[in-house]
Nanobody, 124 residues
Framework: FQLQASGGGLVQPGGSLRLSCVAS????????VGWFRQAPGKGREGVSC????????HFADSVKGRFAIIADNAKNTVYLQMNNLEPEDTASYYC??????????????????WGQGTQVTVSS
């Protein structure tokens, strides 16, 4: 039961990145998947989540209109498409999951399984 996050890197302000969260040894169909981030000296922040079963999504106010979350059931993967990146988006990004038959949460306490982080740095 593993989650593998990848796709981070260094990008200039205004640029884009796509993060991937691949699940192995279990199917995401009955799970919610969330993306969280943590910057140095700050707490973990919920960025976006998706309920795989019904497609319901949520976004933090700070990323609304800039980020999108997409589930590819065939690849057992959830993507976080990040556009118009800002220096404030710099953080380690984590994906996580919990069993859900509908809806999803941006609260870290709801999640039972976590992947490792991938670093996103937005700088000129």
């Amino acid at each position: 039961f593993q989650l593998q996050a990848s796709g981070g890197g260094l990008v200039q302000p205004g640029g884009s990145l796509r993060l991937s969260c691949v699940a192995s040894e279990f199917a995401l169909e009955f799970y919610a998947v969330g993306w969280f981030r943590q910057a140095p000296g700050k707490g973990r922040e919920g960025v976006s989540c998706i309920s795989i079963r019904d497609g319901l999504t949520h976004f933090a106010d700070s990323v609304k209109g800039r980020f999108a979350i997409i589930a590819d059931n065939a690849k057992n993967t959830v993507y976080l498409q990040m556009n118009n990146l800002e220096p404030e988006d710099t953080a380690s990004y984590y994906c996580a999951t919990y069993i859900s038959f509908g809806a999803c949460s941006l609260m870290a306490q709801a999640y039972t399984h976590w992947g490792q982080g991938t670093q996103v740095t937005v700088s000129s």
